[in-house]
Structures are given as structure tokens and as C-alpha cells.
């Protein structure tokens, strides 16, 4: 049989069985594994349980490694869940291909703007709605789908899968660096290539290929005034409050253009070269649609290239909320003893994160020095992760360029992502070898938002995309 008509072969299988898949993740996204809620961490856990379970009915063989324990803001310490660790074949003569991907989901609650329950999976339209459908459920669930199928038609495998699943990737991937760099000269030590779908086409339509991602250095703010909550009828104008402090602050880190005020920022900053200046042109980018996508009226750049640009090799700064300060409804005039500022810088190449810790620092000690105030004021680096770029021409992403046109009939975009999974670069570190990021969800699918959803069409062609990969990679 002709590689074209096994694809055909196989193929069909994926669309006669859509229904199975379709249960098989509304099984998973019934599970809220929020990893922000350690309340939650027994979901956490049951996640781990039934993706666990679900592999090894499927011939692999799985280890759960123990990364330790997490330590929570009022000092406890609870278990962090278990990474698990998988192998499918151990044929010396063929590639073997690291997939690595998350079981953990954002928060979500119904109250949040939600459409429907974001743990249950609704089908409307085509689309499945429901919290980790495609970030990262979907795409994880589409790796084991892709294996049971060659099972059930009875084909051999053309590549060795090795996976690694984590389950805090939301929460900042606490304990898998130092989990990974334990496997470098055992279970990593014989990888080929390391692949990962936890990410987005640019647009709705046409796939991609990315080579890019931004790093992030996320940053507290903590500001006290006094020893407890005051009444503004008594204290107000009398006392230096924390709030007014912390707003002063964060007005000043960022412009109406985007811009970040923070004196060297941009010193790092790769230049940008007239080759990679023609690369923008030729990308499929729509801004209505981007517009329309984001729930806004207009972007802060007009022109196609400067707004992918300031997305994917372009530092941004962004503010996130403030700690401690009240925010229910109706009134409450209590002048908050104690906020804390959050923050986030989106670094590229050539940033360092201890660069931009210390500008950060000196750029509050300097407000604060034209406050006269008296309140305690600190900076902290919550978490940070290095920027990652690869060659986009290197051998896997061609055999991923070829898998993608034997599914869609035409070569995808090669972007960038202004996103950041801080994990990449320590697989490419730790390995050795090539990482590829092979997205196969919608620029709409809502990831982190409400109502996220996976397109059932992006479902049923992942999975085909992903079979064809494993084909080419094969072939290197």
C-alpha cells in the first residue's frame, strides 16, 4: 500500500470515529483541573490518573515522577502532581520523538462570562466549548488518538514516542525544569526531536508552523502603608496611602503607543534585519478579523507587519491587577493597608531576565524618590522564562511543512508567537536537539479566556496532521 492511499486509509478512520473523539475529551474537560486551585489539586490529580490510565490501555508505558511540593502563600506546603513520563516503542532502528504537554486548565467559573458550564463540553456550530478543550487537552488527547488508531488498523508505528506530561503549566511549570534536567542523561538522552501543540494558528483558516516565542518576566508590587485598613472619612488627606502609591507607580511603566517607559528597556533588543523585515509581507494576517477576535475596536499599529511585529519581536509590558484592594460591588470608602501591583514584561531576543529585573527595580526606587512617601515599597520577580527562537528551515520543521500540506493542500505560515511556554527552551537545552511548535487550534479558540472552544474541524485535521508528521519525521 502507497503511503498516499494509507493516509486515505487512515484518514477515514479518524473521521468515522469523531464521535469517539468528541467523548473522549468531554471526559477530560469534565475534569477541572485547575492548578491555581489547590483546593483543587485532587483534580489536578485525577487528571493525571485518567490520562495515566488512558495511556497505558494503549501500550504505553508510563512513570509518574515525583517533583516535589508547593509551597502556598500562608506558608503551607502541599504535593505538587506528578509529570508523567511515557514511552510507546523501543525500535533501535527508528526516531524517537518527544511530545510533551499540559493536563492542568485556567481557572473558570460560569459567573465569569462564560456561555455555557466551562466543565462540561458543549458542541455548538461545529465548535466544542469548554474549559482546556484546545489548551492543551485537545491537542494532548490527539497524540494518544493518533496511536490508537494505527493500533486498531493494525499498522506498525514509524516513529518511538516518548511524553511528558506535566500538570502545573498554568501555575508557571513549578518543579519540571529541575525534573528535566535529572532526565538529560536518561530519558532525554536518546530524543531526535521534540514537538509541542500548545499553541495558535495567526488566524482562522490557514495553518502555521512556529519557530518564536516570547519569554515573560512577571512582577509583584507590594506597597504598605500601615498596620490596618483605615476610613477614609477619618484618615483621608491625612496619610500617605498605599493605593495612590501603587497607581503612581503603574502609570508610569507603560504609554497610550504601547511603548514601555522604563528607562533601557529596549537596549537588548535584537535589531531588526531587512531579511526578517520581508518575512511579515508574505503572512496570511487579517486586522479586522484580529480586531474582531480581541473584542476591539482598533489596534494601537495600523499596518499588518508593525502589528505582528509588536506581537511576536517586540517587548510589551502589560498590567494585570492589583491585590488587596477592593473590588466587589457597591461602596466601601476603606483606604487598603497593603496592595500588591501585578505586572508582566513579554521579553525577546536579545533580553536577559536579570537585566530586566534590575531596570524594573530602579525604575520604582526612582518614582518613589518624587513621592515623599513613607511607605514600604518592594519589587519581586514572581516568575520569568527566556524568549526561544529556531530555525524554521531546519529538517523537522520542513517534514512538518510537508505533513501540514498533505492534510491542507497548502504550505503554512512560518510565525512567531507573542506568547511564551518557558519550557521550550529547556527541552532544546536539555536534549540537544530540534524543538518544533505545531499548533493545530484557531487564532479564535479563546485559550485563557471565556467561552474557549476547539473547533471540531481543527480536532479532526490535528490529529491528521500529527499522523502525517510522525510519516515525515520517520522518513529523516
Known amino acids: 500500500m502507497s503511503n498516499e492511499d494509507f493516509n486515505k486509509r487512515l484518514f477515514k478512520y479518524f473521521d468515522d470515529h469523531q464521535k469517539d473523539y468528541i467523548q473522549r475529551l468531554g471526559d477530560a474537560v469534565r475534569i477541572p483541573s485547575v492548578s491555581a486551585w489547590p483546593d483543587h489539586r485532587s483534580e489536578v490529580v485525577r487528571m493525571v490518573e485518567w490520562t495515566k490510565s488512558l495511556m497505558e490501555k494503549l501500550g504505553v508505558k508510563v512513570e509518574l515522577a515525583d517533583i516535589g511540593q508547593q509551597k502556598l502563600a500562608d506558608g503551607t506546603k502541599i504535593k505538587l502532581p506528578d509529570v508523567i513520563l511515557g514511552t510507546y ?19 473558570a467559573q460560569v459567573s465569569d462570562g462564560w456561555d455555557t458550564e466551562p466543565f462540561v463540553l458543549t ?49 508557571g511549570s513549578d518543579g519540571l525544569e529541575d525534573l528535566l534536567k535529572s532526565l538529560k542523561n536518561t530519558f532525554l538522552s536518546d530524543v531526535d526531536y521534540v514537538v509541542i501543540s500548545d499553541s495558535y494558528w495567526l488566524g482562522k ?22 498596620t490596618k485598613d483605615l476610613h477614609s472619612g477619618v484618615f483621608g488627606g491625612t496619610v500617605h496611602e498605599a493605593m495612590t502609591d501603587l497607581i503612581t507607580i503603574m502609570s508610569t511603566l507603560v504609554d497610550d503607543q504601547g511603548r514601555i517607559l522604563i528607562n533601557g528597556m529596549y537596549d537588548d533588543v535584537a535589531p531588526l534585519s531587512p531579511a526578517e523585515e520581508q518575512l511579515y509581507s508574505k503572512i496570511t494576517f487579517d486586522v479586522s478579523t484580529y480586531c474582531s477576535e480581541a473584542g476591539v475596536k482598533k489596534t494601537i499599529q495600523t499596518e499588518k507587519e508593525k502589528i505582528l511585529m509588536h506581537r511576536w519581536r517586540y517587548p510589551s509590558l502589560s498590567l494585570h491587577g492589583i491585590q488587596g484592594a ?112 505545531l499548533p ?37
Open 326 to 437: 477592593f473590588d466587589g460591588c457597591g461602596c466601601k470608602t476603606v483606604i487598603p493597608r497593603h496592595v500588591i501591583g501585578k505586572f508582566s514584561i513579554r521579553i525577546v531576543p536579545n533580553m536577559k531576565i536579570s537585566t530586566v529585573e534590575k531596570l524594573v527595580e530602579n525604575h520604582v526606587k526612582q518614582i518613589m524618590k518624587t513621592r515623599n512617601s513613607p511607605n514600604k515599597v518592594s519589587v519581586k520577580l514572581e516568575h520569568g522564562g527566556n524568549y526561544w527562537v529556531a530555525d524554521p528551515n531546519n529538517p523537522q520543521y520542513v517534514a512538518a511543512r510537508k505533513a501540514t500540506v498533505a492534510v491542507h493542500g497548502i504550505e503554512p505560515d512560518l510565525t512567531r508567537e507573542g506568547g511564551s511556554i518557558p519550557i521550550t527552551l529547556t527541552f532544546q537545552e536539555q536534549t540537544g536537539k530540534s524543538v518544533l511548535l
Open 123 to 171: 458542541e455548538k456550530h461545529g465548535k466544542l466549548f469548554g474549559r482546556g478543550s484546545t489548551d492543551d487537552k485537545g491537542p494532548v488527547i490527539s497524540w494518544l488518538n493518533v496511536i490508537e488508531a494505527y493500533q486498531t488498523l493494525n499498522e506498525p508505528f514509524p516513529v518511538n514516542v516518548k511524553f511528558v506530561l506535566e500538570s502545573m503549566e498554568e501555575y
Open 205 to 226: 483558516e490557514k495553518p502555521c508552523l512556529q519557530y518564536g516565542l516570547r519569554g515573560i518576566c512577571y512582577f509583584f508590587i507590594d506597597v504598605e502603608s500601615s
Open 89 to 107: 516503542g523501543n525500535d533501535k532502528t527508528k526516531k524517537n520523538i518527544l511530545v510533551y504537554g499540559h493536563l492542568d486548565v485556567q481557572p
Open 440 to 476: 493545530i487550534g484557531a487564532s479564535d479558540d479563546g485559550a485563557h479566556s471565556q467561552n474557549e472552544k476547539f473547533d471540531i474541524s481543527n480536532y479532526m485535521n490535528g490529529m491528521k496532521v500529527m499522523s502525517a508528521y510522525f510519516q515525515e519525521v520517520a522518513k529523516l
